[in-house]
T-cell receptor
Framework: AQTVTQSQPEMSVQEAETVTLSCTYD???????LFWYKQPPSRQMILVIR??????QNATENRFSVNFQKAAKSFSLKISDSQLGDAAMYFC??????????????????FGQGTILTVHP | NAGVTQTPKFQVLKTGQSMTLQCAQD?????MYWYRQDPGMGLRLIYY???????DKGEVPNGYNVSRLNKREFSLRLESAAPSQTSVYFC?????????????FGQGTRLTVV
């Protein structure tokens, strides 16, 4: 079974600074997707960024980027120019591929424990 | 777009009571999921439905049942609630080929069992 580990229960950063959230995972599969989700106090789960395991290039979405190290099974999230609105719980997630008997594919997510990010003005 | 809608948003139950959490999506997605979120444990998959008419167990299915009523709706039932089922419950849906399946989440139901 796949496991996802976020070893930083809490992190803090000053506004406009850069912070990196860590994530490691364990899998025997060679092809998969990795995600970072943001959960603000509203509880809404918001997709921040995704990475395809077979792609060498690290994904980037505006101020958010990842450092994907496939051999090390590491998937960290870097937030540049941090803003007050970035304060939230961040979850790393791994997507397992599957298909039912009818051939419909689906993606089951395995989540890490989460990291609470505080942004100081 | 409404996306994924869950009802209710909050619920308090007494031990032994039953209830059904409702979920509906308007994105024409094939796959739907129920997760529970507990402090320090992230979200864990309870049940999922890859397509209408099928349901399968996830990581933590004990104490729950599900019904995929139609393509839009996927309900989660607690037959006899226990304090260990106090949690935040999320419904999600996805549509995609293979693993590129971004999951869209509802706003969650905070359930307290006393």
């Amino acid at each position: 079974a796949q496991t996802v580990t976020q070893s930083q229960p809490e992190m803090s950063v000053q506004e406009a600074e850069t912070v990196t959230l860590s994530c490691t995972y364990d899998t025997s599969e060679s092809d998969y997707y990795l995600f970072w989700y943001k959960q603000p106090p509203s509880r809404q789960m918001i997709l921040v960024i995704r990475q395809e395991a077979y792609k060498q290039q690290n994904a980037t979405e505006n101020r958010f980027s990842v450092n994907f190290q496939k051999a090390a099974k590491s998937f960290s999230l870097k937030i540049s120019d941090s803003q007050l609105g970035d304060a939230a719980m961040y979850f790393c997630a791994y997507s397992t591929f599957g298909a039912n008997a009818g051939g419909t594919s689906y993606g089951k997510l395995t989540f890490g424990q989460g990291t609470i990010l505080t942004v100081h003005p | 777009n409404a996306g994924v809608t869950q009802t209710p948003k909050f619920q308090v139950l007494k031990t032994g009571q039953s209830m059904t959490l409702q979920c509906a999506q308007d994105m024409n997605h094939n796959s739907m999921y129920w997760y529970r979120q507990d402090p320090g444990m992230g979200l864990r998959l309870i049940y999922y439905s890859a397509s209408e008419g099928t349901t399968d167990k996830g990581e933590v299915p004990n104490g729950y049942n599900v019904s995929r009523l139609n393509k839009r709706e996927f309900s989660l039932r607690l037959e006899s609630a226990a304090p260990s089922q106090t949690s935040v419950y999320f419904c999600a849906s996805s549509q995609g080929t293979g693993m590129n399946t971004e999951a869209f989440f509802g706003q969650g139901t905070r359930l307290t069992v006393v």
